[in-house]
């Protein structure tokens, strides 16, 4: 069974992808657009999203699912742009996939913030 990263458009659809063991931080960075900024999860000390660190510099798109999370975390946040990328780390701080149940813990807790899985669509 692999693991996975969990993605969150700025139109807020979810989706999930294999984890890369072999290659993550380029995963990352592909999948965010460049520089990767980490921001925790809250309750979840093992667990971590990745943006890009110049998304506002490079005009990405608001992304209103991640804003709303983090404003409840960090009230002084301005705002969250471009896609985010969810994936886990393990005891030593390095980057691991999410297990399927973690992928359906976030799924249901962004979902609280505007987040969805389209019809019809791969989750």
Not at 67 to 89: E, K, M, Q
Request: charged share 25%; with cysteine; aromatic share 10%.
């Amino acid at each position: 069974m692999g693991t996975f990263v969990l993605i969150v458009e700025a139109t807020g659809r979810m989706r999930r992808e294999p984890f890369d063991a072999k290659d993550s931080l380029s995963q990352l960075q592909r999948g965010v657009g460049g520089y990767i900024e980490r921001l925790p999860i809250w309750g979840q000390n093992d667990i971590d999203c990745f943006i890009n660190e110049e998304g506002k510099l490079k005009g990405l798109a608001f992304n209103p699912v991640l804003t709303r999370y983090y404003r409840g975390l960090f009230p002084t946040l301005d705002w969250v742009s471009g896609r985010g990328i969810f994936a886990a780390h393990d005891g030593e701080g390095e980057t691991i996939g999410l297990t399927e149940a973690q992928c359906e813990d976030l799924k249901r807790m962004l979902a609280r913030y505007g987040a969805f899985i389209e019809k019809g669509g791969a989750s």
